[in-house]
């Protein structure tokens, strides 16, 4: 498949590592927001979104359970990015020079041993690729960024140290998004389907709503719950299951779950990625 992914961030973040990986025939294209990547699908300007769901440190990426719904867009792939963190810094420079290094928030606690081991100090920044780019336009000697070695090779720094992260578990996965679902395919390693429901108000709904998947054998990977339009009262459910809406098994428990909810919306059908096991 030709034309644009459209993601959120800079160039050489994870999200641009994670359109390389798995488009690498397209032309990745960066967005400001989450909202101005849907948009880009929506307008025709890129023909998927790569959106980060979930991720295995920090959990939920937030707001994004909240757009899937509202979107108008189908999952028709998803995508694990391992996040590997480098520090990088301008050619030339030793380690020994850099007294701070800037990432965004969530990366400089997953490499506290590395940057107390060296006495460097982080310093938050909006965005990871970002802050590499900034190094690189100011040409600043004494500070480092952490980041993906994708950003290191688009700015042009050098890396000191590759891999610096404390725990070697960290992975984000992607969901990819288009206009128009896919249900005609089948993958190699089991198909996956996910959707959003809300129950009805009666007692027990949610726990009889999810007896159809166990009574038919059909895996439920994830359940979150979030709230509606600030409500307290108003609930909605994110689901990720095993299986294809053609399956037998599937079929019928989502008929059961049917029965329980006041609104079900399919999100997409789509092959599990094999990294998922």
């Given at each position: 498949?030709?034309?644009?992914i459209?993601f959120?961030g800079e160039?050489?973040?994870?999200?641009?590592?994670?359109?390389?990986?798995?488009?690498?025939?397209?032309e990745p294209?960066?967005c400001?927001?989450?909202?101005?990547?849907?948009?880009?699908v929506?307008?025709?300007?890129a023909?998927?979104?790569?959106l980060?769901?979930e991720?295995?440190?920090?959990?939920r990426?937030?707001?994004?359970?909240r757009?899937?719904?509202?979107?108008?867009?189908?999952?028709?792939?998803e995508?694990?990015?391992r996040?590997?963190?480098?520090?990088?810094?301008?050619p030339?420079?030793?380690?020994?020079?850099?007294?701070?290094?800037?990432?965004?928030?969530?990366?400089?606690?997953?490499?506290?041993?590395f940057?107390?081991r060296?006495?460097?100090?982080?310093?938050a920044?909006?965005?990871?690729a970002?802050a590499a780019?900034?190094i690189a336009?100011?040409?600043?000697r004494?500070?480092?960024?952490l980041a993906s070695d994708?950003?290191?090779?688009?700015?042009?720094?050098?890396?000191?140290?590759?891999?610096?992260e404390?725990?070697?578990?960290?992975?984000?996965r992607?969901?990819?998004m288009a206009?128009?679902?896919?249900?005609?395919?089948?993958?190699?390693?089991?198909?996956?389907?996910?959707?959003?429901?809300?129950?009805?108000?009666i007692?027990?709904?949610?726990?009889k709503?999810?007896g159809?998947?166990?009574?038919?054998?059909?895996?439920?990977?994830?359940?979150?719950?979030?709230?509606?339009?600030g409500s307290?009262?108003a609930?909605?459910f994110?689901?990720?299951?095993?299986?294809?809406?053609d399956d037998a098994?599937?079929r019928?428990?989502?008929?059961?779950?049917?029965?329980f909810?006041?609104?079900?919306t399919?999100l997409g059908?789509?092959?599990?990625?094999?990294?998922?096991?």
């Amino acid at each position: 498949m030709t034309g644009r992914i459209a993601f959120q961030g800079e160039p050489g973040a994870y999200s641009h590592e994670a359109c390389r990986d798995a488009r690498p025939e397209m032309e990745p294209l960066p967005c400001r927001t989450f909202e101005d990547v849907i948009d880009a699908v929506q307008s025709g300007a890129a023909e998927l979104a790569m959106l980060p769901v979930e991720n295995t440190t920090y959990g939920r990426v937030a707001d994004i359970h909240r757009l899937l719904p509202e979107s108008g867009l189908y999952i028709v792939d998803e995508a694990f990015v391992r996040v590997h963190i480098s520090l990088m810094a301008l050619p030339g420079v030793q380690i020994e020079e850099i007294e701070k290094v800037r990432a965004h928030l969530v990366l400089i606690p997953q490499c506290a041993s590395f940057l107390a081991r060296y006495g460097i100090r982080g310093e938050a920044a909006a965005d990871s690729a970002g802050a590499a780019a900034e190094i690189a336009a100011k040409e600043e000697r004494t500070v480092g960024a952490l980041a993906s070695d994708l950003a290191a090779e688009i700015y042009g720094l050098n890396i000191l140290a590759r891999h610096i992260e404390d725990h070697a578990h960290n992975t984000t996965r992607f969901l990819i998004m288009a206009k128009e679902p896919n249900r005609a395919r089948r993958g190699d390693h089991g198909m996956m389907t996910t959707f959003v429901f809300q129950v009805r108000n009666i007692p027990a709904a949610l726990y009889k709503a999810m007896g159809g998947f166990a009574t038919n054998g059909v895996n439920m990977t994830k359940l979150e719950s979030y709230m509606v339009d600030g409500s307290f009262s108003a609930t909605q459910f994110y689901a990720d299951i095993e299986g294809h809406p053609d399956d037998a098994n599937v079929r019928l428990a989502l008929e059961e779950l049917d029965y329980f909810t006041s609104s079900m919306t399919l999100l997409g059908v789509y092959p599990a990625d094999p990294s998922r096991y």
